[in-house]
């Protein structure tokens, strides 16, 4: 089983729409978990820090589930430029300070 | 102004040559990361080093080597290089208890 697993998409949403996206991940003991956004061949920037049991940052959501080991990621009202790959990412197995980062959901928001 | 800048931007090398890509910060961490990313396979973690004194090898080690110079900078050598490496290279800082990570932009390498 991989440390971090999403499901890779694409999701192809009209503007407007609500699109969520989950993540499992392998490691009970995880105690950092992120959403990053990554551009087409550009790097990955940090999107969501995921605290607690979640947290809200405008149009996005971030939920932590630890009995069920998934995080999820809400936006509302999509906009085209939300378009891009979406990064789940643990801290590893190995140390707490490795990340673990998923192979990430694609999304393309259409006009 | 980056925070995080990587050089050189793009480079294509030939079989069986010594590469070096250089990484430097301006953040003040004193976490620095070496990752390569391959599509369909994300981000693999080549070496990290917590300090200029402390360097551990990652996931996929074999084949690269690093040298931490200073707290600012971290660079990445391909002793041999080799088809295989062919890949996107990021380097990245780490901070707080929670290990968030900002990336550079970037070296596309390509091996011939």
């Known amino acids: 089983r991989k440390e971090v697993e999403q499901d890779p998409g694409p999701f192809n949403v009209p503007e407007g729409a609500t699109v969520a996206f989950n993540c499992t991940y392998s490691?009970?003991?995880?105690?950092?978990f992120f959403w990053y956004r990554q551009d087409c061949r550009k790097e990955p920037k940090l999107l969501m820090s995921?605290?607690?049991s979640g947290n809200e940052d405008g149009r996005f959501t971030a939920q932590l589930n630890r009995a069920s080991q998934y995080i999820s990621l809400l936006i509302r009202d999509s906009k085209l430029s939300d378009s891009a790959t979406y990064l789940c990412v643990v801290n590893s197995l190995q140390t707490a300070r490795q990340l673990t980062f998923g192979s990430g959901t694609q999304l393309t928001v259409l006009p | 102004d980056a925070d995080v800048t990587q050089t050189p931007r793009n480079r294509i090398t030939k079989t069986g040559k010594r590469i070096m890509l250089e990484c430097s910060q301006t953040k003040g961490h004193d976490r620095m990361y070496w990752y390569r990313q391959d599509p369909g396979l994300g981000l693999r973690l080549i070496y990290y080093?917590?300090?200029?004194?402390?360097?551990n090898k990652g996931e996929i080690s074999d084949g690269y080597s690093v040298s931490r110079q200073a707290q600012a900078k971290f660079s990445l050598s391909l002793e041999s290089a080799i088809p295989n490496q062919t890949a996107l290279y990021f380097c990245a800082t780490g901070t707080g208890d929670y290990n968030e990570q900002f990336f550079g932009p970037g070296t596309r390498l390509t091996v011939l």
């Open positions: 995921v605290y607690s």
């Open positions: 490691n009970s003991a995880s105690q950092s």
């Open positions: 080093s917590f300090d200029v004194k402390d360097i």
